[in-house]
């Protein structure tokens, strides 16, 4: 079992700047697929951005060159350098946990609410 711990969300203006975080409740990023997805009002969710375990991470085009991924396996904790946030980026924000196999893990955080606003 793997619980996650979202933290670091907020109100901020647009052009502004957020970073989110994502706890771990032990070492998991050598074996799982890491990744924030977010939901919006009213749209299903979406996968912002995932890294695997070693390292290789991809972006939606919609934060591509905004947002970065990065992790610190120390911490156990995930990270969501989100940058030049644009209203449409108002979303809960969710950290998810992967592990593929001959049986599928899969973990969710609680979510962390997001809102660009001027």
């Given at each position: 079992q793997v619980q996650l711990v979202e933290s670091g969300g907020g109100l901020v203006h647009?052009?502004?700047?957020?970073?989110?975080s994502c706890a771990a409740s032990r070492s998991i990023f050598s074996s799982y697929t890491m990744g924030w997805y977010r939901l919006a009002p009213g749209k299903?969710?979406?996968l912002v951005g995932v890294t695997n375990s070693r390292g290789i991470t991809n972006?939606?085009?919609s934060v591509k060159g905004r947002f970065t991924i990065s992790?610190?396996?120390a911490k156990n904790t995930m990270y969501l350098q989100m940058n030049n946030l644009k209203p449409e980026d108002t979303a809960i924000y969710y950290c998810n946990a992967v592990l593929d196999g001959s049986t599928t893990y899969n973990y969710w955080?609680?979510?962390?609410?997001?809102?660009?606003?001027s």
């Amino acid at each position: 079992q793997v619980q996650l711990v979202e933290s670091g969300g907020g109100l901020v203006h647009p052009g502004g700047s957020l970073r989110l975080s994502c706890a771990a409740s032990r070492s998991i990023f050598s074996s799982y697929t890491m990744g924030w997805y977010r939901l919006a009002p009213g749209k299903q969710r979406t996968l912002v951005g995932v890294t695997n375990s070693r390292g290789i991470t991809n972006y939606s085009d919609s934060v591509k060159g905004r947002f970065t991924i990065s992790r610190d396996k120390a911490k156990n904790t995930m990270y969501l350098q989100m940058n030049n946030l644009k209203p449409e980026d108002t979303a809960i924000y969710y950290c998810n946990a992967v592990l593929d196999g001959s049986t599928t893990y899969n973990y969710w955080g609680q979510g962390t609410q997001v809102t660009v606003s001027s």
